[in-house]
């Protein structure tokens, strides 16, 4: 296959979108951008105070706006939020126009994976490991729908994974 003109990655939080997308970046000397993070950079504040003043729903407004204009970019390799893919609009822009990557990564992974580091509004209140497993049985579909190739990530570093995806590319 052709290297594609744009790279999407989808999955739950932790499977290692942004670093994988990163590398890949690098790799196919694309432009690398993260949904989550451009949403911080046009608001001047974090998911998590989107979160609280917003709410998720007032979140997930912005992420459509954010994923239908990044989408229509070219050459670039754009990690989504996990819960992008629960509006069909994101799906379909997601679809049609680039190759979708989900990064699966396993509950258990996830938790280890998300201890550290950036905020998860998500994970803010209550039993971290059911939150995951209640969001991974309500997503993984949705991944599973709009991907064009599935990667498992667990346990694996971020270079091996991105040479998967090069080699399936």
């Known amino acids: 296959m052709a290297k594609p003109q744009n790279v999407f990655l989808v999955g739950p939080m932790g499977a290692g979108k942004s670093a994988v997308g990163r590398q890949l970046a690098r790799m196919l000397h694309l432009e690398f ?15 998590s105070f989107i979160f609280e003043k917003e709410g998720e729903e007032g979140f997930r407004q912005r992420e459509s706006r954010v994923i239908d204009e990044l989408t229509l970019r070219e050459g670039v390799i754009l990690a989504t939020g996990g819960g992008a893919v629960i509006d ?12 979708v ?11 280890s994976r998300t201890q550290r580091g950036r905020e998860r509004p998500l ?6 490991r059911k939150i995951l497993e209640d969001l991974m049985e309500k997503r993984d579909r949705w991944y599973r729908e709009v991907a064009d190739l599935v990667v498992d990530t667990d346990g694996r570093k971020v270079k091996a ?4 995806i090069l080699d399936r590319l």
């Open 161 to 164: 994974v991105a040479n998967e």
């Open 101 to 111: 990557i989900y990064l699966y990564t396993s509950v258990g992974q996830q938790l």
């Open 33 to 47: 951008i993260d949904s989550d993070d451009e949403i911080e950079a046009r608001t001047g504040v974090d998911i």
């Open 88 to 99: 069909a609009q994101n799906r379909n822009h997601l679809g049609a126009r680039g190759f």
């Open 123 to 128: 994970l803010e209140n209550g039993d971290r």
